[in-house]
């Protein structure tokens, strides 16, 4: 059984920025990749970005690349997601998720255990 809480969500302006966190129990953390996704309002729930359970590797969605940074830290069995400039669009609930595999990617079934999701909230 993995637990995941994630943490650092907010309301905040456009061209701002926020850092999510994701603390993990349960499994061995440093074994697994992780991913983060989202969900809009009346929208599915699409992929964010990808980290390896080292932390060589990571991919990105099209929609983020260059402004969010995903990365990790195994001694605290922590992993982030650095978001800057914030456009409304990326409005939305941020999930984290751990994978069943050591690399990862935007598949939702590679991942078997999601958070609860940290709402953000970007104004215009």
């Known amino acids: 059984q993995v637990q995941l809480v994630e943490s650092g969500g907010g309301l905040v302006q456009t061209g701002a920025s926020l850092r999510l966190s994701c603390a993990a129990s349960?499994?061995?953390?440093?074994?697994?990749?992780m991913g983060w996704f989202r969900q809009a309002p009346g929208k599915e729930r699409e992929f964010v970005a990808a980290?390896?359970?080292?932390?060589?590797?990571?991919s990105y969605a099209d929609s983020v690349k260059g402004r969010f940074t995903i990365s990790r830290d195994n001694a605290k069995n922590t992993v982030y997601l650095q978001m800057n400039s914030l456009k409304p669009e990326d409005t939305a609930v941020y999930y984290c998720?751990?994978?069943?595999?050591?690399?990862?990617?935007?598949?939702?079934?590679?991942?078997?255990?999601w958070g609860q999701g940290t709402q953000v909230t970007v104004s215009s």
């Open positions: 980290i390896s359970w080292s932390g060589a590797t990571t």
């Open positions: 349960g499994r061995t953390f440093s074994s697994y990749a």
């Open positions: 998720a751990h994978a069943k595999t050591t690399y990862s990617g935007s598949n939702p079934y590679v991942y078997d255990y």
